[in-house]
């Protein structure tokens, strides 16, 4: 019996994790679609093509994290903080920017965490008529960027990512991005990401 009991709940538990990825992948799938249409849309009328880096990028360790001991603890704090050249609290920390300390609780935080910390170089898969993939090493003949894996919070409402930008006309080298930017999603009634804030573009 108590054989049949643990069966059960590995069971329940492995398929509440299964269709949580799931669920994941296709918000994911969404969410990278509407980035890369938002990105050659900006292109349009100019450049009407962009190259992507073949693989995600995997977050940067302050991205989610950040001593406990060092965060502002009030909003002199934080604009002090904030306007530190090169401080990993205003250029990597997702959650410096006041919006978000509305919309995600510790519980998301965590979510999130270890969302990040399991992402990889997994493939990037998506194109469209606008969009080259190229691999490290490559020549960026167009405007290039590359992508985080999106990072849910933990009722799947709102995403995080992240686009890195490099030059074109030189060989691409992943780690040696021009600047970055970071965009927060929401997952609006009508079933679709609404971007609701957008960071400063961060120079490297």
Same mark, same amino acid.
């Given at each position: &019996? =108590?054989?049949?009991?643990?069966?059960?709940? *590995?069971?329940?538990?492995?398929?509440?994790?299964?269709?949580?990825?799931?669920?994941?992948?296709?918000?994911?799938?969404?969410?990278?679609?509407?980035?890369? +249409?938002? @990105?050659?849309?900006? *292109?349009?009328?100019? =450049?009407? @093509?962009?190259?992507?880096?073949?693989?995600?990028?995997?977050?940067?360790?302050?991205? *989610?994290?950040?001593?406990?001991?060092?965060?502002?603890?009030?909003?002199?704090?934080?604009?002090? &903080?904030?306007?530190?050249?090169?401080?990993?609290?205003?250029?990597? !920390?997702?959650?410096?920017?006041?919006?978000?300390?509305?919309?995600?609780?510790?519980?998301?935080? +965590? *979510? &999130? /965490?270890?969302?990040?910390?399991? +992402?990889?170089?997994?493939?990037? @898969?998506?194109?469209?008529?606008? /969009?080259?993939?190229?691999?490290?090493?490559?020549?960026?003949?167009?405007? @290039? !960027?590359? #992508? $985080?894996?999106? /990072?849910?919070?933990?009722?799947?409402?709102?995403?995080?990512?992240?686009?890195?930008?490099?030059?074109?006309?030189?060989?691409?080298?992943?780690?040696?991005?021009?600047?970055?930017?970071?965009? #927060?999603? =929401?997952? $609006? $009634?009508?079933?679709?990401?609404?971007?609701?804030?957008?960071?400063?573009?961060?120079?490297?």
């Amino acid at each position: &019996m =108590k054989g049949l009991i643990s069966t059960l709940i *590995f069971c329940n538990v492995f398929g509440f994790a299964s269709a949580q990825n799931l669920k994941a992948d296709s918000l994911s799938n969404e969410l990278i679609r509407k980035i890369v +249409s938002e @990105t050659t849309g900006a *292109f349009s009328k100019k =450049k009407s @093509t962009i190259c992507i880096l073949d693989h995600f990028l995997s977050w940067n360790p302050y991205s *989610f994290e950040y001593p406990r001991e060092e965060l502002p603890r009030n909003d002199t704090e934080r604009e002090i &903080m904030m306007n530190i050249e090169y401080e990993p609290y205003n250029n990597c !920390y997702v959650f410096c920017y006041k919006i978000t300390d509305s919309i995600f609780d510790d519980a998301d935080r +965590s *979510f &999130m /965490v270890a969302q990040a910390k399991a +992402s990889d170089r997994k493939p990037f @898969t998506y194109t469209n008529k606008k /969009v080259v993939i190229i691999a490290n090493g490559a020549k960026a003949t167009h405007p @290039t !960027y590359a #992508y $985080t894996p999106p /990072v849910f919070s933990k009722n799947f409402q709102y995403a995080i990512i992240r686009i890195y930008e490099y030059g074109k006309g030189e060989s691409l080298q992943e780690d040696l991005s021009m600047c970055h930017q970071t965009f #927060y999603y =929401k997952y $609006t $009634t009508k079933k679709r990401w609404k971007r609701i804030y957008q960071s400063p573009v961060i120079l490297h």
